[in-house]
């Protein structure tokens, strides 16, 4: 197996920085698009031999270092008990969204082996095809409850964190139901064999630091203490993270995940020294090869000076990115030698 990945999350040695991108199985690529034709979402990431091939076609196409699961961050819904749908052009789409301590109690942990055995059987599809690392992942219980409490995205999560003030009591509630799963949920997914898991806090920028260590602190490292257990590299990623990302080391991950907003020299700054991911702006992708090329040499230099780097972007791969702009960004990664 190629493991630049791997090393490079432990901050080993690698001969060359490897790199994969988020969302990299999705919609930029026309096989995914012609795939996907007459499926819904959540039809493609419940049927295991279409999540599988979803997966596997970045891989083929590029030869990233690394696979990410094809699923959602929200599969765990339904069996929880708040069923929702993932509406093509919106995203996730709760039926009933959170309001009440009875909306909550109406909630409920599930065994992840039986109520998401889709997303296992994917697992040990990939891991059959698979020569890199597999990378699984869910959501953080901010990101999710986030959904749950508005109903779908938001942009400002303003019931989301009404609640979470006003509330203190409910929030813990909620938030500590779905730490439980989530790490369940993890450890259902390192068990069936994935090799590294991520933990995506999408939503999390929206608050600040006192708040995350009173609303949220304890829950995350109740999962980052059990998924670390299990011996893989976990990935800690949230978007809009500059002025959280001590206290989200705080709460465990051995890589922290860097969005586009902060450089990783000054983000390394701020943290005690650790493998950091990331962090090349999206956008950039949707502009020209050489631009790309300028920029990711600059990214590469700056994680010479870290424990260990994985290339990513800064969020998630837009629909619209040239596949000639990803080929070139994936070439001039993969063709930088590493020292150290």
């Known amino acids: 197996m190629n493991d630049r990945f791997l090393r490079a999350c432990r901050g080993e040695s690698v001969d060359r920085t490897p790199i994969w991108v988020m969302r990299q199985a999705g919609r930029y690529l026309p096989e995914y698009r012609k795939i996907r034709e007459g499926h819904t979402m959540l ?4 049927t295991p031999d279409l999540a599988a091939e979803i997966t596997l076609q970045p891989i083929r196409r590029f030869g990233f270092d690394a696979a990410i699961l094809f699923s959602d961050l929200t599969v765990p819904f339904t069996p929880m008990g708040a069923p929702f749908d993932i509406k093509e052009g919106v ?22 082996r039986e109520g998401l055995s889709f997303v296992m059987e994917t697992i040990r599809i990939l891991k059959r095809e698979l020569k890199v690392p597999l ?38 509630s909620l938030i500590g ?13 390192i068990e069936a064999g994935v090799d590294a898991i991520q933990l995506f806090d999408s939503w999390i920028g929206v608050i600040d630091e006192a708040s995350y260590r009173e609303f949220l602190l304890p829950h995350m490292r109740l999962i980052f203490e059990r998924v670390k257990l299990a011996g893989v590299p976990a990935i800690h990623f949230g978007t809009g993270t500059s002025a959280l990302l001590p206290v ?26 650790t493998p950091l991911q990331g962090n090349l702006d999206p956008a950039v992708l949707i502009t020209n090869p050489d631009l790309i090329e300028r920029r990711a040499k600059v990214i590469l230099e700056q994680g010479l000076a870290l424990p260990g780097h994985i290339f990513n972007l800064g969020h998630g791969i837009y629909p619209d990115t040239p596949l000639e702009n990803v080929q070139r960004l994936v070439e001039t990664v993969q063709q930088t030698v590493s020292v150290g």
């Open 91 to 112: 995203g996730p789409v709760v039926e009933h969204p959170i309001r009440t301590k009875a909306d909550v109690d109406g909630l409920s942990a599930f065994e992840p």
């Open 177 to 189: 139901l779905l730490a439980d799963v989530v790490a369940s949920y993890l450890e259902a997914q």
């Open 43 to 46: 039809q493609a990431v419940s």
């Open 248 to 273: 989200m080391q705080e709460a465990g991950g051995d890589v922290i995940g860097v969005d586009w907003r902060i450089s990783l020299t000054e983000a390394a700054a701020k943290l005690r020294p």
């Open 135 to 172: 990378i699984g992942f869910t959501g953080c219980p901010f990101t999710l409850a986030s959904y749950m409490i508005e109903g779908g995205p938001s942009k400002e999560h303003k019931r989301t964190r009404a609640l979470m003030y006003s509330e203190p009591q409910l929030w813990h």
